[in-house]
């Protein structure tokens, strides 16, 4: 390739290498490659000019140039992965200022080069799409900005000034590159820091060694090699290895989660020690993080309430725009004076202003670990006058442990509990992993049970068989009210003494009481000082439901101060006390994260899903619902 060096210092270099020779994905394919190369820093390609702009460590400089005399103009490189971050950014500017040099220059250019006669008909011609857009809304009945924008170009060109309509064009046609770069930019902000993927990652071979690939090279099935301090790229199964996951930014809990083979994990979470090899199940754009990102770049479709009211106030100055050129009109009698009315079109920075601070408070949002799905969301939630509350996972840990184990018959308690760990293993539900959990530092090893397939019964319990037998747990409700199991005589006394404020889950074998497992619920840090932050804004009701017992409802309700509270609740009883809530004029907000939070979620005017809630709880399109998803536990 011929190229010029323009500027030449120290660890930086500029190349011009002629204008339109790239076109923006050889620009991107250019600047991966320079990126690659061993010592480079950065590297930029701008393809209105043809200029490269590289910063490199002194040593490289040699390797550098190497690469540009290889470079074949006829065959230049392909992007081989997706742009970063400050790649698209970069791509929007060099976009943004190639549109308005361009717009500029063909200006300059009929202006100096083409006789007037041109001029006019080039005019003409381009004044044709902005009358006809502005007839299509006069036929609709709708007298809005594009009818103001045709009325202008209409008088200018009636009264002989070609030059006049041309310059509004003008201006129409910058101003338009201009809201498009301001919200291009907008939403790649946004999307910053979202998620965090490495470039390069390494792949196992047939041979078992490992072999350098780009990120847009990994496909669903491939065994890669994670090292410790990776950002994970992918979602996949671990085959072989262990090592410590820093899964905060999909759960919002800072503790390491161990990993071993037969584990999951995610993209964008972190291998903070040990040494992994990973199946991939979703390859990158396909992974969880990769849905929320994708929510993002969507979200300028999910207008808030506020958006519209701007474009209808841009809108609503039109007829006054009219009133005034007609007045001065009159007034004056001369209708060159009265087009400066016409001229002065206000829309703009009204339309452009009101997205870009509804965007910038769903950044803000993001910054403090808030996922907003879209704009008009954010008015929901300021519109809400009650909030009722999942009572576990969601005012108490997300992890709640298991304080007491009770054993009933001849069996012992770590029979119990490996039993119930053995069913409990297949659901996400913090109170079935804190049992998992006991069981695991008790050493019981409970997966190796053979049972037959489960069935889960949503807020009541779970059904299987182990060994050929029937084995059910749940709750009380479960147990003693659907299935029959006979209730020991003093069960309740017995549970009040020993937990008087642990929720409590029973075990049956063969419609038997094998066993009482209870589990200690705290309270989450934090919960004491949001709920009195959310009284203070004027919240009139807080109510907490759950299927839990009464008696540790109504202690967990004492302690936060909440005087409404029900226990025992079904899931359909979630939702109608929702619905009741909205049938007395209440904006309602509901805060869950199981899979019994769904109806109730489903129903709200607004709803928070944690971000270690189950994934039915978080997964929200298919419910017609205001969401804000993924607030950490930690916060």
Not at 433 to 443: F, L, N, S, T, Y
Not at 477 to 492: A, M, Q
């Amino acid at each position: 390739m011929l190229y010029e060096i323009v500027q030449d210092i120290p660890g930086r270099l500029r190349l011009r290498c002629g204008r339109s020779l790239f076109d923006k994905e050889e620009a991107l394919g250019v600047a991966q490659e320079l990126d690659a190369l061993d010592g480079v820093r950065e590297a930029a390609v701008h393809p209105a000019n043809g200029s490269i702009l590289i910063v490199f460590e002194p040593k490289a400089r040699s390797r550098v140039l190497s690469y540009m005399d290889a470079l074949d103009v006829l065959h230049l490189p392909q992007p081989q992965e997706e742009p970063t971050t400050a790649q698209a950014l970069e791509m929007q500017d060099n976009e943004f200022e190639t549109r308005v040099v361009g717009l500029v220059l063909r200006k300059l250019a009929k202006r100096l080069l083409l006789p007037a006669p041109v001029r006019i008909a080039l005019t003409i011609v381009r004044s044709v799409p902005f009358i006809l857009k502005g007839l299509s809304c006069l036929i609709r009945g709708q007298l809005k900005v594009e009818v103001l924008d045709a009325a202008a170009l209409i008088a200018a060109m009636g009264r002989g000034a070609f030059g006049d309509a041309g310059t509004v064009m003008f201006l129409l046609e910058l101003s338009d590159i201009m809201c498009d770069h301001v919200e291009a930019r907008a939403k790649l902000s946004l999307q910053e820091g979202l998620v965090t993927r490495s470039e390069t990652v390494w792949l196992v071979q047939d041979d078992g060694t490992d072999a350098k690939i780009g990120i847009s090279q990994v496909k669903q099935g491939q065994l890669l090699h994670m090292h410790a301090g990776t950002v994970l790229p992918i979602d996949g199964e671990v085959v072989a290895g262990d090592g410590m996951i820093d899964e905060a930014s999909m759960t919002g809990e800072s503790r390491l989660v161990h990993k071993e083979a037969g584990s999951t994990i995610f993209a964008g979470t972190a291998l903070e020690d040990g040494d992994l090899k990973v199946r991939v199940i979703a390859p990158p754009g396909k992974a969880r993080i990769d849905s929320i990102v994708r929510m993002v770049e969507q979200s300028s479709m999910l207008k808030a309430s506020v958006q519209s009211r701007a474009e209808r106030l841009a809108d609503g100055l039109v007829p006054y725009s009219f009133l005034a050129f007609f007045g001065i009109w009159a007034i004056s009698g001369s209708i060159a004076k009265a087009m400066v009315v016409l001229m002065v079109d206000y829309s703009c920075a009204i339309k452009v202003s009101t997205p870009i601070a509804v965007m910038s408070a769903m950044q803000e949002a993001m910054e403090a670990g808030v996922v907003v799905k879209g704009g008009k969301y954010l008015e929901a939630l300021a519109a809400t006058d009650a909030i009722v509350f999942d009572k576990t996972g969601t005012l108490t840990q997300a992890s709640p442990a298991v304080e007491h184990v009770i054993s009933f018959g001849d069996v012992d308690e770590d029979t119990v509990l490996r039993y119930a760990a053995c069913v409990e293993e297949h659901f996400p539900h913090s109170l079935a992993r804190a049992i998992v959990r006991a069981a695991k530092e008790r050493g019981l090893h409970h997966e190796q049970e053979l049972h037959a397939k489960v069935n889960y019964v949503v807020a009541h319990g779970i059904s299987t068989t182990i060994g050929g037998v029937e084995a059910d747990i749940g709750s009380a409700h479960f147990l003693f009210e659907d299935l029959g199991v006979e209730k020991p005589e003093g069960l309740d006394e017995r549970i009040e003494r020993e937990a008087p404020t642990a929720s409590v889950i029973y075990l049956a074998w063969d419609k038997r009481l094998m066993g009482a497992i209870c589990i200690a619920d705290p309270i989450r840090r934090g919960v004491k000082q949001t709920l009195a932050r959310l009284r203070a804004q004027g919240i009139s009701q807080m109510v907490m439901l759950t299927g839990d017992a009464e008696t540790a409802a109504r202690a967990i309700a004492k302690e936060l101060g909440l005087y409404a509270f029900h226990a025992q609740v079904l899931p359909e009883d979630k939702s109608r006390y929702v619905k009741e809530l909205q049938g007395q004029g209440h904006t309602v907000m509901m805060v869950g994260d199981g899979i019994n939070d769904s109806p109730a979620l489903a129903q709200a005017d607004v709803s928070v899903a944690l971000s270690d809630a189950s994934d039915i709880a978080r997964q929200w399109p298919m419910y017609p619902c205001s969401t804000i998803r993924s607030i950490p536990s930690s916060r």
